[in-house]
């Protein structure tokens, strides 16, 4: 009787019921997408503070003095020491290697090209092909610095080819497609770079044409890396030293930005790896910022849909008045009367809920893809939390309603008049 | 007559009317506080992207030092909207000839605009120094005094604190401006300047420091301002979403509730047109009352907002949202039709009932 009861009052009223179930599809939906772009949206803007540029910075472990003014370098480049370039690779060899975005190593040399002394020619990776073990992979200031602009085309890793900097190349009066000759070789300009920084001052150009320049193959000055990280806590401000077994598991298994500094320094032998504070500890609090306004948005957003889903709910019984009172009639308690308008609401909610956490679930993947070009997946297990929310709310949104249909005199009800 | 049937309405089902006046107040609140939001938080956020420093620098030109009157000029175009730091640099070398960068510049202005120099004491004296990481090892590994020679002239500093920062900042020694040039007499030939406001404000600064300093060459810092760029671009779009997809459930909530209020009183339209009321009056009765609850809820609901967004503005980005009365009339427009849609709609299919059906309860 009770389950022909429900059956019937779903075929029968429809319009009703579609009414109900689109406010929760709605409601759900909505509440869905916004609980896993919220949950999400940290990763997101994390990868997208990538493009500050590198935030740990390798130097060779007994390093002289950087001599550097508004990016000048002032070095003497027999100074000081270097990090060995086939160590490199080694990188991606770390625990945390999937959480680095690029690297590019620097070489710094002093040239005179015709016309200009004591520039600055940089040798670096553009997208360079690497392997560790099977693992092939390419990485270079593409990939870590893109705010780097080239009009004309990037320089093979493997050629003699190099990029003028803007400022340099309108001084020289060069443009793409000439030759200049570096020290006594002749190099062809593919490009010319704009970067709003030193670098317009500068000629950059593969590693190995700065490195035969100095005349020590394989030597690197200096190694970008860029990682993402998670924010810096008290723990992660903690002395790797003075840490024990499972604490420095933790530590070294958290993807701090220390932690990942103490990695590199463990992959390249004689080297020491720092922060670079600028663009590593402001991450931190942009990011939390951008978390803390979603998760109240989402909140927002959550109480919007409660409030939906419940008011629909509401109106869907008020509606029912005439029914109660007929039940009441007939000598139904108010006990099983509510327990009608319960499983309906119940079967109502998990339908509902269901299509909406689809839907919602398909909309996180939209605003995911169109706006981060990354898809924002949502998880499993926030389906039966999502359910729950759908059938408590709605449970609410009943419950007033049916008290007060059944606190109603059944002969009003009845008549009509409410 | 008209007027009175509306009050009557709203004093007699104080119950109903309460509830969808509630519905419309916390759809309004909800909206108006995501408005507010969105249009605000840009702004909140490129506060916060002010910690990463200079995004304009001024340098002097072919290795000159700035007129004298640089600071001044720039501070003028500012206007107080920006840290603007002067910054000296000379080569000198240690007691060991060694070189090191020397750098003199105005401490206190350096501490608002590199908040993420890791200090361990700034220097209050004359003679103080902040000597980086790397280069303390090398000029002071005990945190004694030292002497520096430039040109001929030495200079004995007290390292009070150490700087470090993991870029070429490690590498340097920094001292007040004023002991920079009594000792050198070398003027500041770059100021690092953190200019508030969006990308454009940013553009319009460097368009006018550059007809006030022709002198001198203005770089805006791309890697800042491309950045910025494009994390606030992503988040002001998901917020976008997001704040739709809100107002979109708010307005469903208000639908709901205000059609169901609508239903509900069927039997007095059907009374009404019983009567031989015409079914414009009614109509416009129903529609009437409708649009006033929205209004009334809209208002109400438009200072509960405000609160709110302030509220949010508080707890995430320790400054209040500033109330954005503009919103006011959009809020106001929008509940008022959402409102019209939920009356007409019932009413359109009440008229197509005979009210001998309502009246009969069926």
């Known amino acids: 009787m009770f389950l022909r009861l429900v059956y019937e009052s779903f075929r029968r009223q429809k319009r009703r019921k579609l009414l109900a179930g689109a406010a929760i599809i709605l409601g759900v939906g909505v509440a869905t997408a916004m609980i896993a772009v919220a949950t999400d949206i940290g990763d997101k803007v994390n990868r997208e503070l990538r493009t500050f540029g590198a935030n740990l910075v390798v130097t060779p472990q007994e390093d002289t003095l950087d001599l550097q003014i508004a990016g000048v370098d002032l070095k003497a480049p027999s100074d000081g020491a270097y990090l060995d370039e086939g160590d490199l690779p080694k990188i991606h060899g770390m625990y945390w290697h999937n959480n680095i975005v690029g690297f590019a190593p620097v070489l710094p040399v002093v040239v005179n090209v ?123 401000r903690r002395d790797p030293k003075s840490l024990r077994g499972p604490e420095f598991d933790r530590w070294y298994c958290s993807p701090y930005v220390q932690s990942i500094a103490y990695q590199l320094q463990e992959s390249i032998p004689h080297s020491h790896a720092e922060q670079i504070r600028q663009v590593a500890q402001n991450e931190g609090t942009v990011l939390a910022r951008i978390k803390g306004l979603m998760l109240l948005i989402a909140l927002a957003a959550l109480l919007a849909a409660a409030l939906a889903v419940s008011a629909a709910m509401a109106t869907a019984l008020f509606e029912r008045r005439g029914e109660v009172g007929l039940m009441r009639a007939l000598g139904a308690g108010s006990v099983s009367i509510a327990a009608i308008f319960f499983a309906e609401a119940l079967l109502l909610a998990v339908l509902g809920g269901s299509v909406g956490f689809a839907g919602g679930a398909m909309l996180a993947r939209m605003v995911g893809r169109s706006i981060f070009d990354s898809q924002i997946t949502v998880d499993v297990v926030l389906f039966p939390i999502v359910i729950a929310i759908a059938v408590l709310v709605s449970f609410a949104g009943s419950a007033l309603a049916i008290r007060r249909a059944v606190q109603f005199d059944p002969v009003y009800a009845l008549r009509g008049e409410a | 007559m008209f007027l009175r049937m509306l009050v009557r309405a709203a004093v007699l089902r104080r119950g109903r009317a309460a509830a969808a006046l509630l519905a419309m107040m916390v759809a309004a609140a909800v909206t108006t506080a995501m408005l507010n939001l969105y249009v605000d938080v840009q702004a909140k956020l490129h506060n916060e992207f002010r910690n990463y420093g200079a995004n304009v620098i001024v340098l002097a ?79 002071a590994p005990q945190g004694q005094a030292f002497d520096l020679s430039f040109h001929g002239r030495t200079v004995r500093l007290n390292p009070v604190g150490t700087v470090r920062t993991g870029s070429s900042e490690d590498s340097r020694i920094y001292l007040s401006l004023s002991e920079f040039e009594n000792w050198t007499g070398v003027k500041p030939s770059t100021v690092e300047i953190a200019a508030a406001g969006s990308a454009e404000e940013v553009d319009a600064t460097v368009q006018r420091l550059a007809q006030a300093l022709p002198e001198a060459e203005i770089r805006p810092v791309r890697q800042i301002m491309e950045g910025e760029a494009r994390v606030l671009g992503k988040t002001h779009r998901t917020l976008l979403v997001c704040v739709l997809l809100i107002i979109l459930t708010a307005a469903l909530c208000v639908l709901s509730t205000l059609m169901g209020w609508v239903f509900d009183r069927r039997r007095d339209f059907a009374i009404m047109k019983a009567l031989g009321a015409s079914e414009r009056l009614i109509g416009g009765f129903f529609v009437t009352e409708a649009a006033v609850l929205g209004a009334v809820g809209a208002v109400v609901g438009f200072g509960i907002g405000v609160a709110i967004a302030a509220w949010i503005g508080r707890v995430n980005f320790h400054a209040p949202v500033v109330p954005r009365f503009a919103v006011l009339p959009e809020v106001l427009a929008g509940s008022i039709a959402v409102a019209l849609v939920a009356s007409i709609l019932p009413v359109t299919l009440l008229r197509l009932v005979q009210p001998a059906t309502i009246l009969r309860g069926e």
């Open chain 1, 114 to 236: 015709g016309g200009a002394t004591n520039v600055t020619l940089l040798g670096t990776y553009f997208s360079k092909d690497l392997s560790f073990g099977r693992e092939e992979f390419q990485t270079g200031v593409r990939a870590i610095y893109p705010w780097w602009k080239v009009s004309g085309a990037w320089p093979g890793d493997d050629s003699q080819d190099v990029l003028l900097g803007e400022r340099l190349a309108a001084g020289l009066g060069r443009k793409t497609g000439d030759e200049i000759d570096i020290g006594s070789q002749a190099h062809r300009v593919v490009g010319v770079l704009s970067t709003g920084g030193v670098e317009d001052d500068q000629i950059v150009a593969p590693l190995a044409v700065a490195q035969s320049i100095l005349g020590r193959p394989g030597a690197v000055r200096r190694l970008y890396v860029s990682a993402v990280t998670k924010p810096e806590d008290a723990f992660a």
């Open chain 2, 61 to 139: 030109k072919n290795g000159q030092s700035l007129p004298g009157h640089a600071l001044q000029t720039i501070d003028s175009v500012l206007g107080g909207n920006g840290v603007a730091v002067p910054f000296a640099y000379v080569v000198a070398r240690t007691v060991d000839g060694q070189p090191v960068v020397v750098s003199g510049t105005d401490l206190d202005q350096v501490r608002k605009l590199d908040r993420w120099w890791s200090v361990t004491a700034w220097p209050i004296r004359e003679e103080d120094a902040l000597v980086g990481t790397r280069a303390a090892a090398l000029v």
